[in-house]
């Protein structure tokens, strides 16, 4: 949550600020703002609540004066309301020092009571004005130098932070600090920068460092310093960031989520690449792992959200060809409820972002508690797969619209790898069927590509005809449950009506109630290749809500005629079997929720009070 780049260098800092806060924007959309120290040595600031859009208008009626150091922010509130005096930058020591935050400082009440008492004055309601106000304190202390008062004003502060700061009196350095927060160093030609991840900076330059847990680091236009919180100089890790500035860009289509679903065939392509070896898995970023696997009695899953949903349809791969038992837990329920946890437990953690606060918390709690941790992560050098053993990357490239949805198919993608690597390396799986599995796996693209191609338009169509539905209930079995869960979400998310998912057996426990004639529910109907049991309960489900006046459309696999007379619409996908079906249900649904959301007239790419990276807890 919370954008935020940082950059020096020899060229006008303002244009590159508010380019890499339009790549950042899905972090937080609330307020936005940025400080830029002019050729004259002064800091000139400008913030405003609402879009990046409302700061960039107001720059372009009266633009701050030129200058090569700046920084920038967009913001997701968290203390104080997205009002233009709680937007970042936060001015102090008389508009000289600037600092922009990301994430909550938790002893904010406690310092800000001590800086009131030695007379400070604050204008916002935010913690972060409260380390502005430290740091210029700090400044005098240690004799106008810059480093050593943001040394001393981090080691003060406690909670999760990303925090930037520069002042006036030192052009050409922009001074950062990272917490259990995100932040990544571009180095370029005779210029750097600092950001939030690394779309700040992907239009400069492809070559990123990732700074690790309590770091400060400098910028200079010559160079990056990347110390301790006690001044002690550390090694950093270069890496390549995979993806270019093209990749982040919406490309003529309508929005980031309508080209993310359309990348969904690609996201799955790409995480299988590179990782068959004569028919069997071969997942090079996992040497290493084998007598984990090999030892390990239990694996647990932990995620957030769409992730978790990942886990969810993962848990029945991995239970299904390693033979191991799985658990899949919310990550923010795991931390806090004392789990049991030992060196035969794998915690394989699941995240787009790689800095979700409550799984970054679930996998550290692991890790003490002596557990082996892999990571499945879509974004290189992020907080998460640096906390974790091992790491197995999810290649589906930058994805920018809030809700997930290219990400998902590649993180059920990447648990079906890893399931069929450790079924392979425990002996569970014969090489026949690891074999057979990796075709089905190879053929899934496609079949995402002909849902795209086939159903997508009429998929969308309902959409438009449903718009001013109310309340939409989605119904799955065995993996077509997450499969509904996650239907649901991505209704709520961006159409912003009630929608639930529910588990098909659980209906007459009790949601049947809900069920009131003319009420859509969507039916995930379980592949009826070699699930013939579970297909036709669902069926009978089918019947008992039909019965009952809802009104039924159902995802079906192509040529699954037994669902034909007792669905008022049927979205087909391509026969996939009981294990891959996950993967191809789960895309009319996504087209559904942002086909509902456009006919609403709803900005499906960044939903009210969302925000893409959650890094507080
Ligand atoms: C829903 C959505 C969220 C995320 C969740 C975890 O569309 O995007 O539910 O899945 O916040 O985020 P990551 O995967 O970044 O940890």
Excluded at 41 to 51: F, P
Excluded at 191 to 220: C, K, M, P, W, Y
Aim: aromatic content about 6%; glycine content about 10%.
């Amino acid at each position: 949550m919370c954008g935020i780049v940082g950059y020096v260098g020899p060229r006008p800092s303002e244009g590159i600020l508010l380019s890499g806060l339009a790549r950042l924007e899905y972090r937080g959309y609330d307020s936005a703002g940025i400080a830029v120290i002019d050729a004259d040595g002064t800091l000139g600031m400008r913030k405003r609540a609402g879009k990046l859009s409302v700061l960039r208008d107001d720059l372009d009626r009266a633009p701050l004066a030129d200058g090569t150091t700046g920084i920038g922010h967009t913001r997701w509130a968290t203390h104080g309301g997205p009002t233009d005096q709680n937007a970042h930058p936060h001015l102090a020591d008389g508009g000289k020092l600037a600092v922009i935050h990301n994430g909550i400082i938790e002893n904010f009440a406690a310092l800000k009571a001590e800086l009131v008492a030695g007379g400070a004055e604050f204008l916002s309601e935010t913690d972060t004005e409260v380390a502005a106000v430290l740091l210029a304190r700090e400044y005098h202390a240690h004799g106008d130098d810059l480093e050593a008062a943001f040394r001393a004003t981090v080691r003060r502060l406690e909670g999760a932070f990303t925090l930037l700061a520069l002042h006036e009196e030192h052009p050409g350095l922009v001074v950062g600090a990272r917490r259990n927060s995100p932040l990544v160093i571009g180095l370029g030609e005779g210029e750097n920068f600092l950001g939030s991840d690394v779309a700040a900076f992907v239009e400069h330059t492809r070559h990123a460092l990732a700074i690790g847990q309590d770091q400060i680091v400098a910028i200079t236009p010559e160079g990056v310093r990347v110390t301790d919180f006690d001044g002690a100089e550390v090694g950093v890790e270069p890496f390549e960031v995979t993806w270019d500035a093209a990749a982040a860009e919406k490309g003529g289509w309508s929005s980031f989520m309508a080209k993310e679903v359309s990348e969904e065939p690609d996201a799955v392509a790409n995480t299988i690449r590179g990782r068959f070896h004569d028919d069997a898995v071969a997942i090079p970023e996992l040497e290493g792992m084998d007598a984990v696997f090999a030892g390990i009695h239990r694996i647990i899953v932990v995620a957030c959200g769409t992730a978790s949903y990942a886990g969810q349809v993962g848990k029945y791969a991995l239970e299904q060809w390693s033979r191991v038992p799985v658990d899949v837990e919310l990550a923010h329920e795991f931390r806090y409820r004392d789990p049991v946890l030992d060196s035969s437990t794998l915690v394989v953690s699941i995240s787009q972002s790689g800095e979700t606060m409550d799984t970054l918390m679930a996998v550290k709690y692991a890790r003490e508690r002596g557990a082996a941790t892999l990571s499945i992560c879509n974004t290189q050098g992020a907080t998460i797969p640096r906390e974790s053993d091992a790491v197995v990357y999810t290649h589906a490239g930058p994805e920018v619209a809030v809700a997930s949805t290219k990400a998902f198919v590649a993180q059920i993608t990447a648990l079906y790898l890893l399931a069929l690597h450790i079924g392979r390396v425990r002996g569970a799986l014969s090489a026949q069927d690891s074999a057979r599995a990796v075709a089905e796996l190879e053929a899934v693209p496609g079949k995402i590509q002909w849902i795209l191609d086939n159903e997508q338009e009429r998929t969308a169509h309902l959409a438009r005809w449903m718009a001013d539905t109310r309340s939409v209930l989605f119904l799955g079995r065995h993996v077509g449950f997450p499969i509904a869960l996650e239907g649901a979400l991505k209704l709520k998310e961006i159409s912003y009506i009630h929608a639930e998912g529910f588990a098909a057996g659980e209906l007459k426990h009790g949601p049947i109630a809900l069920i009131e004639p003319g009420q859509p529910v969507f039916v995930i109907v379980p592949s009826p290749v070699h699930s013939a049991m579970l297909h036709d309960k669902v069926v009978s489900n089918i019947q008992e809500i039909r019965a009952r006046g809802a009104r039924v459309i159902v995802i079906a696999e192509e040529g699954d005629a037994a669902v034909l007379p007792f669905a008022d619409e049927v979205l087909h996908i391509p026969l996939a079997g009981p294990a891959f079906e996950p993967l191809l249900a789960v895309v009319p649904l996504h087209i559904f929720a942002m086909g509902l959301a456009e006919a609403k007239g709803l900005d499906v790419d960044q939903p009210r009070n969302l925000a893409k990276s959650v890094t507080v807890e």
